[in-house]
């Protein structure tokens, strides 16, 4: 036992799995019961006596007693929100395989690069053909490939440079992606390592190939495509650039539309995620509704953008209606850009709380209430404070609005930064040391599931973390954030892989040599948790964690669910991350 204590059998508690799940009140699938935590007493006297008992009124009479906690716990996982722009069809899911549709490496983008004059690089994983725009039955006609100088007598891949105002959605439901581009966008250098510059689309060099790179479950990645691009009446069908000589964004939709299988397969999609493919660093995704103190939210969003962070919003709504605004100028099931957060001084309000938002549309489908470009309250602000925010009226799709009309217009906001913000103020901090270890969900070995079984929970991976220096002389305390990401890539065209519900507990241990044992869950509080199980594809915990050493227990909320995982550890001081050997491995 992890604390020296024995108990029968018969007070180990059991919740089955079968029948645990119940219909969901909103209609969102299937989710179990309230979580609940029941707690134990167990007294321990001196003459080594085990009484348990379920009142603390029920004490027996003992020289000396020491009292236990048996823990006991119902975890609940849910689905993930949907987006509200998927499209009429969902691709069937499957179990994860190889994973490795779309990749390329290295070598062979060099043999591609070797072509005459007069060829043209022409994909073949992912041709100019029907397959490549739609898995479903869609049909769209008059569809013509053209390649970027049958469009444009001069074009390039980036003119002046990257901006978020680059960024056009076309007729394809994928803001949730073409919102982070826009937010990416304002760090030209991270959106020039995903769409390298070098590249020509005529001229000296131009082999019609085109390289992009995603960071994908750990590592980069290369994808490359033709420039071949589908056009109708000589125009583009999906997203462009506001200028119609640059074409780094049509180009970048094309690589990862090859990397989910088709065009089809980016309508719905998790702003969060794609942040994280363009930029290799930690997104997570905000509630607003479950944000009481909306003070709080405002200052992490203010500072995260401030210090670089990349966000975008989404509203609840059907997708079937994202192709018009509502009457207050938004789109419902719709993703924007937060492009600025800003507190102004007004002559008459004082001092008022702002949020630029961009909608990925680049049109006149814009935010018509308070703080809109014509508002008159405009007038009350300082000129010098206009041009501080690079105020503009014009219908370009971006608009200020008061951050209480913010969050009634808003659903949720997705926050990306490079490196940590252990403490949710919106601030990266400084890392030390970063670790990743990737791992296996094993059916019938390492694939435990949730606390709702403990014995099972505790065949899950095991990974011992030992931090041993606090972050400042004057606090004894060390901040970790943990990361648990599941493997995600596509492994084939027409099937899309199956998202587990995860999470990730941590607990203290006294004994690092060995793995935790079952006994030690019942006896003993976790340091940290994710919260409730969720099927995306990261889920973060932070932790306040006094030196000495824990264990990292990944898991999936059903047992004997199988999969791969990547667990990310992050701390402002020096840290050891290793995986404990499961002992009946090692005999």
Not at 110 to 137: G, I, K, N, Q, W
Not at 183 to 197: C, G, I, M
Not at 247 to 263: M, N, P, Q, R, T
Request: charged share 25%; glycine share 8%; proline share 5%.
């Amino acid at each position: 036992m992890g604390c020296g204590v024995s108990v029968p059998e018969s007070t180990t508690p059991e919740v089955p799995q079968d029948g645990y799940f119940k219909e969901s009140l909103n209609g969102a699938g299937l989710m179990p019961p309230q979580v609940c935590d029941g707690r134990s007493t167990i007294i321990l006297t001196s003459e080594d006596t085990i009484t348990v008992v379920t009142s603390p009124t029920v004490v027996r009479a003992a020289r000396l007693v020491y009292t236990q906690v048996l823990v006991t716990v119902t975890e609940e996982a849910v689905d993930k929100p949907k987006t509200g722009e998927e499209g009429a069809f969902e691709l069937p899911e499957s179990e994860f395989e190889d994973g490795r549709l779309g990749v390329i490496e290295a070598e062979a983008i060099r043999t591609c690069r070797y072509l005459t004059v007069e060829e043209h690089y022409c994909d073949d994983e992912f041709p100019a053909h029907y397959s490549s725009l739609f898995f479903s039955s869609r049909i769209e006609v008059d569809v013509q490939w053209k390649r970027p100088f049958e469009l444009q007598e001069e074009p390039h891949l980036f003119v002046d440079g990257a901006s978020r105002r680059d960024v056009v959605q076309g007729e394809l439901s994928d803001c949730w992606f073409l919102s982070s581009c826009a937010a990416v966008a304002r760090t030209p250098k991270l959106l020039e390592r995903v769409v390298p510059p070098d590249q020509s689309l005529k001229g000296e060099g131009y082999t019609g190939l085109v390289v992009c790179r995603f960071w994908r479950f750990g590592e980069w990645v290369l994808v490359c495509v033709d420039d071949r691009l589908p056009t109708k009446d000589g125009h583009l069908i999906f997203a462009r650039s506001s200028d119609p000589t640059e074409f780094w964004v049509a180009l970048l939709e094309k690589a990862y539309a090859k990397l989910h299988g088709s065009y089809e397969a980016l309508e719905g999609g998790q702003s969060m995620d794609a942040m994280v493919d363009l930029t290799g660093g930690l997104a997570e995704r905000l509630e607003i509704a479950e944000m009481p103190d909306k003070m709080k939210l405002y200052k992490l969003l203010n500072k995260a953008s401030k210090n670089g962070a990349f966000i975008t919003a989404s509203r609840k709504g059907d997708w079937k209606m994202s192709y018009k605004t509502d009457e207050h100028g938004l789109v419902d099931g719709h993703a924007y850009t937060v492009s600025g957060v800003a507190t102004v001084s007004h002559q008459d309000m004082g001092h008022v709380h702002l949020v630029r938002v961009r909608n990925p549309w680049a049109n006149g489908a814009e935010w018509n209430g308070e703080w809109a470009d014509s508002d008159d309250k405009w007038k009350g602000v300082s000129d010098y404070q206009m041009k501080k925010l690079g105020r503009t009226n014009i219908e370009d799709g971006e608009f200020w609005m008061s951050y209480k009309d913010f969050c009634d217009q808003f659903e949720e906001v997705s926050v990306c930064t490079i490196g940590p913000d252990f403490d949710k103020d919106g601030t990266v901090d400084h890392v030390e040391q970063v670790k990743a270890i990737k791992g296996e969900w094993v059916k019938g070995v390492s694939a435990g599931g949730s606390r709702n079984d403990f014995e099972k929970f505790a065949t899950n991976p095991q990974y011992l973390l030992t931090v041993t220096e606090p972050d400042t002389k004057d606090d004894n305390v060390c901040s970790v954030l943990v990361g648990v990401m599941q493997e995600h890539r596509r492994s084939h065209r027409h099937l899309g892989v199956k998202m587990q519900q995860i999470g990730v507990v941590l607990y203290r241990t006294e004994d690092p040599e060995h793995r935790l044992p079952a006994t030690h869950f019942f006896y003993n509080y976790e340091e940290g948790t994710s919260g409730v199980y969720i099927n995306f594809r990261e889920v973060l915990c932070r932790v306040e964690l006094n030196p000495g050493h824990y264990v990292i227990i990944p898991a999936t909320f059903l047992p004997d669910s199988p999969g791969h995982f990547m667990v990310r550890v992050y701390s402002p001081k020096s840290f050891d991350l290793k995986m404990l050997p499961n002992e009946l491995s090692l005999k």
